[in-house]
């Protein structure tokens, strides 16, 4: 099978987010599949963006074939990142015929977080007489009139409206990301049995070829444990929505427990939360190191805590990579997270609170601190097999692939 994978944000090892769209590809293209990847050259999500000199360019990175569309560069989620949104539709569908003649795809995924792509899926996979597929990421125009406030009167909401209407009459199957969109997607057309739940997950070969932590980061980390540190890691984006700073501030809480609060990441809040971590002790942060890193870091850990800012859009379920990332690496979860989905809970892995608590947050580091090494393994050995058997990219792709060949 020729499947044609648009995704705008699609990423690689080296250049970055995002990744969901490589790992499938790398599994269908291991079982005999002839994919193509359609990304735009520039987006917010990745480390390094592709520079190129015409509309667009073929590349193999990985064994796996890409086709970069040249877009402009932005810097907030303005008309900026409008316009970059708009070129790369528009140039799409200037090349949809030649993409049909070059590749002859059976089966062409729309999926780029916003809906717009569906309308050059279409006219691509019209002309191919192949399946269409629309995949959910975050639901628009919900997120931007939940999250911004627009009116779904707005020009802007109306036009992505139209689309996402689009999408659901006319795909042959819906692939959801996230667990609970069903009863949106049936109040906007689709009928039910075309909708399919396809989570997130973990790549197994991430893990087989892990590398070593810098040397300085292993010193340290193994210098708290001597002290008799109880260890508490956050790693990734630091951000605004991951409210990390109820993290920081459950120390106000723990008292003298011998407990360490450790950050491993970059982001817009790292300035702000490390001048309010001035005012407590053994809290740590740790410059972003390479993904293949991160498992031998997390081996250094105790346990680990994710959060997110409480909003009304995670009714819908939440599939964050880092709750994968925490369970393969065996480490019991501290989930701040209010969801329509409790993956945490749904493997036994951890413990889930209410967000943007500090006190809860210290509650739970405390009855963790109290956990013989036993039940901590115990815990760690639930998530690691729930995300195997759950979330493992060979998994997630067979059964997309099945999807695929059912539509």
């Not at 932005?74 to 070129?87: E, F, P, Q, V, W």
Request: proline residues 5%; contains cysteine; positive net charge.
């Amino acid at each position: 099978m020729n499947i044609l994978l648009i995704n705008h944000y699609s990423g690689c090892p080296e250049c970055g987010m995002e990744f969901r769209p490589y790992y499938m590809a790398k599994n269908w293209t291991g079982n005999g599949h002839k994919v193509l990847i359609v990304a735009a050259t520039f987006s917010h999500l990745r480390k390094t963006n592709k520079q190129i000199t015409g509309d667009f360019l073929y590349e193999n990175i990985d064994g796996l074939d890409y086709l970069w569309i040249k877009t402009p560069e932005y810097n907030t989620n303005g008309l900026d990142r409008l316009k970059n949104i708009l070129t790369f539709v528009r140039k799409l569908n200037k090349y949809s015929s030649d993409i049909v003649q070059k590749f002859k795809p059976h089966a062409v995924i729309a999926s780029s977080t916003y809906p717009v792509d569906i309308a050059p899926a279409k006219k691509i996979a019209k002309k191919a007489k192949a399946k269409l597929i629309f995949e959910i990421h975050d639901l628009w125009p919900l997120s931007p009139m939940e999250l911004g406030g627009y009116s779904k009167f707005h020009p802007f909401i109306a036009f992505l409206q139209y689309f996402e209407n689009i999408a659901f009459k006319k795909s042959d199957a819906v692939v959801s990301i996230l667990p609970k969109t069903l009863e949106h997607a049936k109040n906007h057309g689709l009928k039910p049995e075309k909708w399919h739940y396809v989570p997130n997950g973990i790549y197994l070969n991430d893990w087989k070829k892990s590398i070593p932590i810098p040397q300085n980061y292993a010193q340290k980390l193994d210098e708290l444990k001597q002290k008799g540190l109880f260890l508490v890691g956050y790693t990734g984006n630091i951000g605004v929505a991951n409210v990390l700073n109820f993290f920081i501030e459950s120390k106000n809480y723990l008292g003298d427990k011998k407990i360490a609060v450790i950050l491993l990441g970059t982001g817009t809040e790292v300035y702000n939360l490390k001048k309010l971590a001035i005012d407590f002790k053994h809290v740590y942060f740790f410059d972003p190191i390479e993904k293949t890193a991160i498992p031998n870091f997390l081996n250094k850990l105790d346990i680990v805590f994710v959060g997110l800012k409480r909003q009304p859009l995670f009714r819908f379920g939440v599939s964050p990579n880092k709750i994968f990332d925490y369970m393969m690496a065996k480490k019991p979860i501290i989930q701040a997270i209010e969801a329509g989905n409790d993956l945490v809970s749904d493997a036994n892995a951890g413990i889930t609170i209410e967000p943007e608590n500090s006190e809860e947050i210290a509650k739970a580091i405390l009855k963790f601190s109290q956990f013989s090494k036993n039940e901590l393994n115990k815990m760690g050995e639930n998530g690691q097999k729930f995300v195997l058997n759950n979330h493992e990219y060979s998994v997630l792709s067979d059964k997309f692939l099945q999807i695929l060949q059912n539509a």
